[in-house]
């Protein structure tokens, strides 16, 4: 099992910036994806960006590109979102996921969200 909690949501005004923090624990995350995920309100869950822990390789959906960065602390064994830019319709409830090996398929362990609200 790995367990995984999400700290750093917040209310912030368009253009301005904000990181997201998932701490994972239970166990080694050296083989796993890291993603963040979000969900606004009346809309489906959507992917924003994924790392493979081991390759510190990343992945971004495209309305993110430019203005969001993933990364891994092997210290703290916590995934990054640093979120700058931002807009209103960037307002959701964040999630942070796991699961082994590559970032495409099925998420298998998921924190309780944390909520990103951008004021226009």
């Known amino acids: 099992q790995v367990q995984l909690v999400e700290s750093g949501g917040g209310l912030v005004q368009a253009g301005g910036s904000l990181r997201l923090s998932c701490a994972a624990s239970g166990r080694t995350v050296s083989n796993y994806s890291m993603a963040w995920f979000r969900q606004a309100p009346g809309k489906e869950r959507e992917f924003v960006a994924a790392i493979r822990w081991i390759y510190g390789s990343t992945y971004y959906a495209d309305f993110v590109k430019g203005r969001f960065t993933i990364s891994r602390n092997n210290r703290k064994n916590t995934v990054d979102l640093q979120m700058n830019s931002l807009r209103p319709e960037d307002t959701a409830v964040y999630y942070c996921?796991?699961?082994?090996?590559?970032?495409?398929?099925?998420?298998?362990?998921w924190g309780q969200g944390t909520q990103v609200t951008v004021s226009s």
């Open positions: 996921a796991a699961r082994q090996g590559v970032p495409d398929g099925h998420y298998d362990y």
